[in-house]
């Protein structure tokens, strides 16, 4: 398998996965313009687009690329279905298509009903885990969020984080601000910054490295709980999880 990684509007990431039959699974396209020049460039035949949530950044695409690949399948959850989705798909299902197998997971928080998708060692998150972050609430609860990333952070650690947008300099400048002291994110913190300044994207990162450096799937951490006056409990670890996303939004 070979992932591609398409920049798209403003800092979003459209992802292809392709088989060595030069078949390929296209996910969240935002647009349809560039997808269409790496697929011609790649020879590649695109057999499925895969949706996680419906925000238009995700889905402006599908309809261009149907007209251009009328045979091809638009898998999504139920809220992508006027979005262009022609198959509706639900937590834990698996996915194959062609030499591709994916399993679905559930993942709300941003939207209700967003989903991400697992074919190891790739996990296309759309806007629930973002190296370094999480999305924004638009929708669903904290405790939906949470539970969440507890269930990616539950992933092998070589897991490679495959989101959809780049915001790993902003969620490195928070969680320096609010952990100045810890050496691995103010490394990470310098590093990304690095990159940014030559064009360079972070993503994918694996699971393992996020694990070092993302507040939002270290709410367990005493020291964070700490900084945050938070007393240690068993209720801490969301206490923490949803005051980081209220420090976040407001960052």
Not at 5 to 16: E, M, V
Not at 58 to 65: R, Y
Not at 193 to 218: A, D, G, H, W, Y
Request: charged share 20%; hydrophobic share 35%; net charge negative.
């Amino acid at each position: 398998m070979e992932l591609i990684r398409i920049p798209a509007l403003s800092d979003n990431y459209i992802w292809l996965l392709s088989n060595e039959n030069s078949e390929c699974v296209i996910v969240d396209p935002s647009q349809a313009k560039p997808v269409i020049e790496m697929l011609t460039q790649r020879s590649l035949s695109p057999v499925a687009i895969l949706l996680t949530h419906h925000h238009d950044d995700h889905v402006g695409g599908v309809a261009d690329l149907v007209t251009k690949y009328p045979s091809i399948t638009v898998f999504g959850p139920k809220e992508t279905q006027d979005k262009g989705a022609t198959h509706i798909i639900h937590d834990q299902e698996k996915i194959i298509i062609d030499s591709f197998c994916f399993h679905v997971i559930s993942t709300p928080g941003h939207t209700l009903g967003h989903v991400s998708y697992y074919s190891e060692p790739y996990l296309f998150c759309g806007d629930t885990l973002f190296s370094g972050g999480c999305g924004r609430l638009f929708e669903g609860t904290a405790q939906q969020m949470f539970s969440s990333l507890q269930k990616l952070s539950a992933l092998p650690d070589n897991t490679l984080i495959c989101c959809a947008h780049e915001y790993t300099l902003s969620n490195m400048a928070f969680a320096h601000h609010i952990m100045p002291e810890n050496a691995l994110i103010t490394d990470y913190f310098r590093q990304v910054s690095e990159m940014r300044k030559n064009l360079q994207p972070t993503v994918p990162i694996t699971l393992k490295s996020e694990k070092n450096i993302n507040l939002f799937l270290k709410s367990d951490d005493i020291d964070l709980q700490g900084i945050l006056g938070i007393t240690t409990n068993t209720y801490a670890p969301i206490k923490t999880f949803t005051k980081l996303r209220e420090l976040k939004d407001n960052f």
